[in-house]
């Protein structure tokens, strides 16, 4: 699993501040974080910053270079004039974040990050939004994504498609689908390109103290149908822990044997059921509760641990 660091983000009040004040010292503390967390490579978010994203990058990329030298940066901006900026301080150890089938971005951002030998996250969506099933998302996938990636010269263990996870809060009848997405992605593509999802994105809107358990379980999911990358927190011991777990197949906690048996019926295209789970085992029973919440047989609610 190769792990992007997400916690360089504008959503962050914290770095929003450490942007807005120039703040050199959070950004490499934070930085040595995650590497130090074991991640490969570190999204840096920054938003639109459409009149400063240049300058912001350029400063920003300093930043890393003295902090983490060596480290993969992913540029994370509809800015492309800042992803450039970037991009011509680090070539090609770097990642474009992102393109989507949208004619102007599918036009130039896979070519700008052939010029540089950067990788390239697309995502499945086009200018009618994301597309609900895992089929739609194929189609463009297969007939826009990949075939531009191609035509610009990017190698498919360079392209990064990312199906888009919608939140269990709110659009829970489609969280199954970025699931299929990779799992048929991994089938039909020949030869297929990487895969990536930004994790969190299915526990937005849903409180604090219980994104992580919801986090681990989708990704354990998403790793039995053949993801290959993440922008997650690694500050989260858990979730690198589960990834431990997976990688390794090392069940000596009941969390990991019930981890282990989720990743292989959900990657054998069956269903995790009641008989697998020990219902004395506390944390057992929250990933089951989790599994059944992520493929919409539960209603959400902000009490479905508690049921």
């Given at each position: 699993?190769?792990?992007?660091?997400?916690?360089?983000?504008?959503?962050?009040?914290?770095?929003?501040?450490?942007?807005?004040?120039?703040?050199?010292?959070?950004?490499?503390?934070?930085?040595?974080?995650?590497?130090?967390?074991?991640?490969?490579?570190?999204?840096?978010?920054?938003?639109?910053?459409?009149?400063?994203?240049?300058?912001?990058?350029?400063?920003?990329?300093?930043?890393?270079?003295?902090?983490?030298?060596?480290?993969?940066?992913?540029?994370?901006?509809?800015?492309?004039?800042?992803?450039?900026?970037?991009?011509?301080?680090?070539?090609?150890?770097?990642?474009?974040?992102?393109?989507?089938?949208?004619?102007?971005?599918?036009q130039?951002v896979?070519?700008?990050?052939?010029?540089?030998?950067?990788?390239?996250?697309?995502?499945c969506m086009?200018?009618?939004?994301?597309?609900?099933?895992?089929d739609?998302?194929?189609?463009i996938?297969?007939e826009?994504?990949?075939?531009?990636?191609?035509?610009?010269?990017i190698?498919m263990?360079?392209?990064?498609?990312?199906?888009?996870?919608?939140?269990?809060?709110?659009?829970?009848?489609?969280?199954?689908?970025?699931?299929?997405?990779?799992?048929?992605?991994?089938?039909?593509?020949?030869?297929?390109?990487?895969?990536?999802?930004?994790?969190?994105?299915?526990?937005?809107?849903?409180?604090?103290?219980?994104?992580?358990?919801?986090?681990?379980?989708?990704?354990?999911?998403l790793?039995?149908v053949?993801l290959?990358?993440?922008?997650?927190?690694?500050?989260?011991?858990?979730?690198?822990?589960?990834?431990?777990?997976?990688?390794?197949?090392?069940?000596?906690?009941?969390?990991?044997?019930?981890?282990?048996?989720?990743?292989?019926?959900?990657?054998?295209?069956?269903?995790?059921?009641?008989?697998?789970?020990?219902?004395?085992?506390?944390?057992?029973?929250?990933?089951?509760?989790?599994?059944?919440?992520?493929?919409?047989?539960?209603?959400?609610?902000?009490?479905?641990?508690?049921?």
């Amino acid at each position: 699993m190769y792990k992007i660091g997400e916690n360089i983000h504008i959503i962050s009040p914290k770095v929003k501040e450490g942007l807005k004040e120039r703040n050199g010292s959070f950004f490499v503390e934070l930085a040595r974080k995650q590497k130090s967390a074991g991640v490969d490579a570190l999204d840096l978010n920054i938003g639109p910053q459409k009149k400063s994203g240049p300058e912001v990058v350029d400063w920003l990329t300093d930043i890393m270079l003295e902090a983490v030298p060596g480290m993969t940066l992913s540029f994370d901006t509809t800015n492309l004039a800042a992803i450039e900026t970037g991009l011509k301080k680090v070539g090609a150890n770097s990642i474009v974040n992102s393109t989507s089938a949208e004619e102007e971005r599918l036009q130039n951002v896979p070519e700008m990050a052939a010029k540089y030998g950067a990788g390239l996250i697309a995502l499945c969506m086009d200018k009618s939004g994301i597309p609900v099933s895992a089929d739609a998302r194929i189609e463009i996938a297969m007939e826009k994504l990949i075939p531009r990636a191609v035509e610009v010269g990017i190698p498919m263990e360079r392209l990064y498609v990312d199906p888009l996870i919608l939140t269990v809060s709110g659009c829970q009848e489609f969280v199954p689908e970025a699931i299929e997405t990779v799992r048929m992605l991994k089938m039909l593509a020949d030869p297929p390109p990487n895969t990536v999802v930004g994790l969190s994105n299915v526990s937005n809107s849903v409180p604090a103290e219980m994104r992580p358990l919801l986090n681990r379980v989708y990704l354990v999911m998403l790793m039995a149908v053949g993801l290959d990358s993440a922008i997650l927190d690694p500050l989260d011991q858990k979730m690198m822990d589960t990834i431990r777990i997976i990688e390794t197949r090392e069940n000596s906690s009941a969390a990991g044997d019930l981890f282990l048996k989720l990743f292989d019926a959900t990657a054998a295209m069956e269903t995790l059921t009641p008989d697998m789970v020990d219902q004395n085992e506390p944390e057992q029973v929250e990933i089951w509760k989790s599994v059944q919440v992520l493929m919409n047989n539960v209603i959400y609610t902000d009490s479905y641990l508690r049921l």
